[in-house]
């Protein structure tokens, strides 16, 4: 397995016409675990749709590469082949669709045709994980998310990556919605992935889950971009003083922190 490296560069994104990311930069590489914290409505799940390919959202200028691969000529499923994962802020429900069987495709649609994982390989595998997740085996046979509390799609998100074993993976609001127990959990599932094979984006509005995943960067993002950089220091600052120093330090007037005002 090579190191990943993700490349943003300059990033220009788009919604119906409106221009939300106003020239993103960022390098995640493998073994590193970034931070995005920034208020409400500044582009960051913009950042993450943009990057998955939602075709909502339109690139309108810069660059992006995954290991100096064009990641936007990319279909949304060459990306997650490419090792790219996104756990979304708001998980949708597939009814009709077991979270086994999504699991299964998943993995298989990323492994090709021919190299299909045995399915006593896929259930000793989903075992593990779900044991590491502290997960009742009933969540294997429900129908994807349906019904799930708001902390239980998180925990599933994470399953997801385990079981994909992505190369970069960006964990949009993994922590929100979680209690102290199930923070602890999906930690150890994010932290049980760390290795050079292994790049995290996590965007979060609270130091509390920086506490378990240790951050090497943190990122403050407003007005479309990262408009400073720090290391996990930073975080704890956000965390007690909120934003208004950083707009004060930079200049930015207040309700310029939301692009769409
Ligand atoms: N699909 C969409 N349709 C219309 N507007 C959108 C869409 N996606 C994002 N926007 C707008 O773009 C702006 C940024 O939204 P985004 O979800 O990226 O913010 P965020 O930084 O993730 O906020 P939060 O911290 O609340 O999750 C918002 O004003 C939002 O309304
Ligand atoms: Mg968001």
Redesign the pocket.
Known sequence: MSVPKLTIKDLHVA??G?E?LKGVNLEVKGGEIHAIM??????????A?ALMGHP??EVTSGTVTLDDQDLLEMAVDERARAGLFLAM?YPSEISGVTNSDFLRSAINAKRGEGNEISLMKFIRELDKKMELLEMDESFATRYLNEGFSGGEKKRNEILQMLMLQPRIAIL??IDSGLDIDALKVVAKGVNSMRSPEFGCLI?T?YQRLLNYIKPDFVHV?MQGRIVKSGGPELAERLEAEGYDWVKEELGIEDEAA???A
């Not at 920034?38 to 950042?47: A, D, F, M, R, Y």
């Open positions: 919604v119906e409106k939300i920034g208020p409400n409505g500044t582009g960051k799940s913009t950042l749709s909502k959202y802020q949009d609001e965007i509005h993002f939301n692009p769409t």
